[in-house]
């Protein structure tokens, strides 16, 4: 077997473990935070740390991933440092060592997956597989371990789980190890490093891209934050773990048959589709569970949804994105989007808990399904770029800046 074919196999394993570990630990977070009698300003300050700490890693992250020879060094000691935090994690209970540890796995956690992102990419190339194949064998690993995990959590408590989670993820991060890359693409990445770096602000001269930077902020961080928000309210409604993590890994199932089926489309008409239907369904998921008093069985049914969201969000987002900015550009803009949502996220997080207590849980879930209402207008508008016309204005602009 050729070296290629066994990194991509090599990577796959990897995504099934290290996803497997993160369902034990971040998918019961926020439920756990609920057992530890928090007042609901700590609960918003701990929420809020989740997607706040992950703007403050993808700038570091941004800084010191420079090329590839640093970033395998980078992927190994992240997943080692949020791991042993991982494993500690369920035996404290005091709040400002709770804020210590959730800051410093939050730091590392969404960081590290968009830098895991260009590995898989960079491997799955290799072989002429799409990133989507290795992907999905993340949403797999979700689908067992929130299914296993809610019910070793009612057996043997979160901070056993959350031990079995950190071990998987060094385990993960020794089989990377293993992986081995050309020398040609070393030096190749080391000499793009040195490239002058893109003047990003001139890129929001784009319209488009102003409308997909909205678009995405709102779809992805009220997603994030429901998510919490969601937690918390399966806590309120007396829903035991076992029974969570069932229809979580539903959750994933949904999630994995959305990306498989999606991932098919690639014109901008189905891409924009993709958009509107993936806010649409967040609108409904939402709506049905700021209706007061229906069964249980109904509220944990609509996270299903949330598969819907996320399967066609992965699945069309980069893909649109390229569509109307040049291609070079593509990561940067992605990341200015991703760190602007994980930005709303956590102001979101960081106030829904005293939105809460001061109102309901029915007053938060319809105010967030108002607002992602606003995509579904945004997107029709969204225009592909004139990749010749495109290319020129902006370098010119650079140009002119340059000058």
Same mark, same amino acid.
């Given at each position: 077997?050729?070296?290629?074919?066994?990194?991509?196999?090599?990577?796959?394993?990897?995504?099934?473990?290290?996803?497997?570990?993160?369902?034990?630990?971040?998918?019961?977070?926020?439920?756990?935070?609920?057992?530890?009698?928090?007042?609901?300003?700590?609960?918003?300050?701990?929420?809020?740390?989740?997607?706040?700490?992950?703007?403050?890693?993808?700038?570091?992250?941004?800084?010191?991933?420079?090329?590839?020879?640093?970033?395998?060094?980078?992927?190994?000691?992240?997943?080692?440092?949020?791991?042993?935090?991982?494993?500690?994690?369920?035996?404290?209970?005091?709040?400002?060592?709770?804020?210590?540890?959730?800051?410093?796995?939050?730091?590392?956690?969404?960081?590290?997956?968009?830098?895991?992102?260009?590995?898989?990419?960079?491997?799955?190339?290799?072989?002429?597989?799409?990133?989507?194949?290795?992907?999905?064998?993340?949403?797999?690993?979700?689908?067992?371990?929130?299914?296993?995990?809610?019910?070793?959590?009612?057996?043997?408590?979160?901070?056993?789980?959350?031990?079995?989670?950190?071990?998987?993820?060094?385990?993960?991060?020794?089989?990377?190890?293993?992986?081995?890359?050309?020398?040609?693409?070393?030096?190749?990445?080391?000499?793009?490093?040195?490239?002058?770096?893109?003047?990003?602000?001139?890129?929001? !001269?784009? #319209? +488009?891209?102003?409308?997909? &930077? @909205?678009?995405?902020?709102?779809? /992805?961080? %009220?997603?994030? =934050?429901?998510?919490?928000?969601?937690?918390?309210?399966?806590?309120?409604?007396?829903?035991?773990?076992?029974?969570?993590?069932?229809?979580?890994?539903?959750?994933?199932?949904?999630?994995?048959?959305?990306?498989?089926?999606?991932?098919?489309?690639? !014109?901008? #008409? +189905?891409?924009?589709?993709? &958009? @509107?239907?993936?806010?649409?369904? /967040?609108? %409904?998921?939402? =709506?049905?569970?700021?209706?007061?008093?229906?069964?249980?069985?109904?509220?944990?049914?609509?996270?299903?949804?949330?598969?819907?969201?996320?399967?066609?969000?992965?699945?069309?987002?980069?893909?649109?994105?390229?569509?109307?900015?040049?291609?070079?550009?593509?990561?940067?803009?992605?990341?200015?989007?991703?760190?602007?949502?994980?930005?709303?996220?956590?102001?979101?997080?960081?106030?829904?808990?005293?939105?809460?207590?001061?109102?309901?849980?029915?007053?938060?879930?319809?105010?967030?399904?108002?607002?992602?209402?606003?995509?579904?207008?945004?997107?029709?508008?969204?225009?592909?770029?004139?990749?010749?016309?495109?290319?020129?204005?902006?370098?010119?602009?650079?140009?002119?800046?340059?000058?």
């Amino acid at each position: 077997m050729k070296r290629d074919q066994r990194n991509y196999i090599k990577i796959i394993i990897i995504a099934f473990i290290r996803f497997f570990g993160d369902a034990f630990f971040y998918a019961f977070l926020a439920r756990y935070f609920s057992t530890l009698n928090f007042t609901s300003i700590q609960m918003g300050i701990l929420l809020g740390i989740i997607p706040g700490m992950a703007v403050v890693g993808n700038i570091i992250l941004s800084k010191v991933a420079t090329n590839l020879r640093v970033n395998r060094i980078i992927f190994v000691t992240w997943i080692l440092v949020e791991s042993t935090f991982i494993i500690f994690s369920g035996f404290i209970t005091s709040f400002w060592w709770v804020l210590l540890f959730d800051c410093i796995c939050c730091f590392c956690s969404n960081s590290f997956y968009n830098l895991f992102d260009t590995f898989i990419i960079y491997i799955a190339n290799k072989v002429e597989k799409t990133y989507s194949s290795i992907r999905v064998f993340g949403t797999v690993a979700y689908i067992f371990s929130t299914f296993i995990g809610g019910f070793l959590i009612s057996k043997i408590g979160y901070k056993y789980v959350f031990l079995i989670g950190g071990i998987l993820m060094i385990i993960a991060a020794l089989i990377f190890i293993f992986i081995k890359f050309d020398q040609s693409d070393f030096n190749l990445s080391e000499q793009e490093d040195k490239k002058e770096k893109t003047k990003l602000h001139l890129l929001f !001269k784009n #319209k +488009s891209y102003i409308l997909y &930077f @909205i678009s995405i902020i709102v779809i /992805l961080g %009220i997603h994030w =934050s429901s998510d919490s928000i969601y937690n918390l309210y399966t806590s309120y409604l007396q829903i035991d773990d076992a029974t969570f993590g069932y229809f979580t890994s539903g959750s994933m199932i949904v999630e994995a048959v959305t990306l498989v089926i999606a991932s098919r489309f690639r !014109k901008l #008409k +189905s891409l924009k589709a993709m &958009f @509107i239907l993936s806010a649409s369904c /967040l609108v %409904i998921r939402l =709506s049905i569970f700021a209706i007061p008093n229906l069964n249980n069985y109904v509220y944990l049914s609509a996270q299903l949804l949330r598969g819907v969201t996320y399967g066609l969000l992965m699945s069309s987002n980069l893909y649109l994105l390229s569509n109307i900015v040049p291609h070079k550009y593509v990561n940067k803009c992605f990341f200015i989007a991703f760190a602007a949502d994980e930005s709303f996220s956590a102001l979101i997080n960081l106030t829904s808990t005293t939105i809460i207590s001061v109102t309901s849980y029915t007053f938060i879930f319809i105010l967030l399904a108002i607002i992602a209402i606003l995509p579904t207008i945004l997107v029709t508008f969204i225009k592909p770029l004139d990749q010749e016309k495109g290319q020129s204005k902006l370098s010119s602009s650079l140009r002119q800046t340059q000058n």
